[in-house]
């Protein structure tokens, strides 16, 4: 008797397909919002004062400037070399080079975290992670302000947060699989490439990777190894060598500067912190909850709890850190995105500690407390940046700026954020009759300083930049009365010093400007002379 045919197994041809659906799912959705973001093109600046500061920075630095060695830079150079690098894909630099400079960024972040997401989860949640860390990467507000704020400031903490998120998995959930040699060097090398980023990026969030991967090793979810090591040492070295050959950055320049600015901050960090903990608080409970309901049903069927004890502890840690992390950027809330690893920790453990149908409602309420929020409010400012793309193409008469490098600069009339000095619906018209100061004045070879938070004006007039000052001035964050360059660092190689006017009920951050006349006044006074006031600026030409 002949017996039957075997029939080939179902299921197979479904993984196959849904292992590669996953990733080319994956890949859409990320060019797509590589699409929208790069389409858009600039954003309406709402808040335009901390923008100028991006393209001085990377201004400098196409100029042959370096950071740490011609100018100080309080925040990390990564931003302002990939602006640097956005501007030479230009022929006339503009602020489009903070759009390919973002791209730039994402072309490396992405696939980062593709690569460490799946190698320690489902296909799915890898691709959740990678497309939450695509839109944190193309998002124009900063965390914690409205999605109605479009802005490229503190560009860098969204950077940083990509960066750690992604380094948290790497160290605190283990690799699905046997770790091979293989695998050893390649997870060596994605942390140290990740340390070098985030070490270039901001220090903050460096030193809490480097404390994270501390704390992978204690919990047991990072593998020990020499091979592990040893590639992690020799990524983060070649990042250092790309740093110093593609930007000149010297480490020794780099930490003085970080050691400045750390001099130069007082207490308002403490408020910080305590903000961002009392708003991520709720996190943290429902994190305790899910995880304590999930510890008690694994009891009751018998399962082991311990998994779930080493990710509470994990979950704790990655709070904690957050946290600390927020206290050192500005205005954060409980707009944290390295919390989205709390949820994504439980993914391991889910199939033996509950019945699927609990697991995945624990797993999605975290989702939904831990990145909503952030992801929601992301999505709006990209939204906005695509429907303010006709206003920035044809802005009206009142809000362009009279320079080709800031053709594409536009702040909407009826901005209302309190930036630097002015209503933000009256920069533009500032920053104006400061270029019409200079064109009057500033020869084609002549630098100009300003007193004030940023610089636009070279950028703006294509002057050669001043050297020896910071990159940004604030009072009580890269500057205090106590620890400030030497008049003869700030001010020795310019020219001209542009001086915004404080106008009452316009504008904030006056006490830097005030702080500024009170130590460098008497230096200027001796040196310089009063050239030209307008209603917006006062214009100092050397005089010896």
């Not at 400098?60 to 100080?72: K, L, M, Y």
């Not at 490229?152 to 699989?177: C, D, E, F, K, Q």
């Not at 439980?346 to 409602?361: C, E, T």
Request: positive net charge; aromatic residues 8%.
């Amino acid at each position: 008797m002949t017996k039957p045919a075997t029939a080939p197994p179902v299921a197979a041809a479904p993984e196959v397909r849904g292992h590669r659906l996953w990733p080319a799912g994956t890949l859409a959705a990320v060019l797509g919002l590589a699409g929208l973001w790069w389409w858009a093109g600039p954003a309406p600046m709402s808040a335009p004062w901390d923008v100028f500061i991006l393209l001085d920075g990377g201004y400098r630095i196409t100029e042959g400037q370096v950071p740490g060695t011609d100018f100080a830079n309080p925040i990390g150079p990564l931003v302002y070399g990939l602006v640097s690098v956005g501007m030479r894909m230009q022929a006339v630099p503009s602020l489009s080079a903070v759009v390919y400079a973002g791209l730039l960024f994402l072309a490396i972040a992405a696939p980062l975290a593709w690569f460490v997401a799946r190698r320690r989860l489902p296909a799915a949640a890898a691709a959740g992670f990678t497309v939450f860390t695509a839109l944190l990467v193309l998002a124009a507000r900063p965390l914690g302000f409205s999605p109605w704020i479009t802005t490229y400031a503190m560009l860098y903490n969204r950077y940083g947060w990509v960066l750690y998120s992604t380094l948290l998995l790497l160290v605190l959930i283990r690799p699905r699989g046997p770790l091979t040699a293989r695998r050893a060097v390649t997870d060596g090398l994605v942390l140290g490439l990740l340390l070098g980023l985030m070490f270039f990026a901001k220090a903050n969030f460096f030193a809490a990777g480097v404390v994270a991967v501390v704390a992978g090793l204690v919990l047991g979810t990072l593998p020990r190894g020499v091979r592990l090591g040893a590639a992690a040492l020799t990524a983060f070295l070649g990042v250092v060598a790309v740093m110093r050959l593609a930007f000149g950055i010297r480490l020794t320049g780099y930490l003085a500067d970080l050691v400045h600015a750390g001099a130069s901050q007082g207490g308002q960090r403490l408020g910080m912190l305590l903000t961002s903990a009392a708003y991520t608080a709720p996190v943290l409970l429902l994190a305790v909850s899910v995880v304590g309901a999930l510890a008690v049903r694994a009891r009751r069927r018998g399962l082991p709890a311990r998994p779930l004890a080493g990710v509470a502890v994990a979950a704790g840690f990655v709070w904690v850190s957050s946290v600390l992390v927020a206290s050192a950027n500005t205005a954060e809330h409980g707009d944290l995105p390295a919390l989205v690893v709390i949820p994504l920790l439980l993914v391991p453990v889910l199939p033996a500690a509950a019945p699927r149908a609990v697991g995945v409602a624990g797993l999605a309420v975290l989702v939904a407390a831990a990145v909503g929020p952030i992801a929601g409010k992301d999505a709006l400012s990209l939204v906005r940046a695509v429907g303010g793309h006709e206003s920035v193409a044809s802005p009206p008469v009142s809000q362009r700026i009279d320079s080709p490098g800031l053709r594409d600069f536009v702040v909407p009339a009826d901005a209302r954020w309190q930036t630097a000095y002015r209503t933000a619906g009256a920069v533009p018209a500032m920053i104006d009759d400061g270029i019409a100061v200079l064109r009057r004045h500033a020869g084609p070879a002549d630098t100009v300083s300003t007193l004030a938070l940023a610089n636009p004006f070279s950028f703006a007039l294509s002057l050669p930049p001043a050297a020896g000052g910071p990159l940004w001035w604030d009072v009580g964050i890269s500057f205090d009365a106590s620890t400030h360059p030497t008049p003869e660092q700030a001010f020795g190689t310019t020219k001209w010093v542009m001086i915004p006017r404080v106008v009452d009920g316009q504008g904030c951050c006056t006490e830097t400007v005030t702080a500024l006349r009170q130590i460098y006044g008497p230096y200027l006074a001796q040196h310089f002379t009063e050239v030209e006031t307008t209603a917006d600026w006062v214009l100092l030409g050397r005089t010896r």
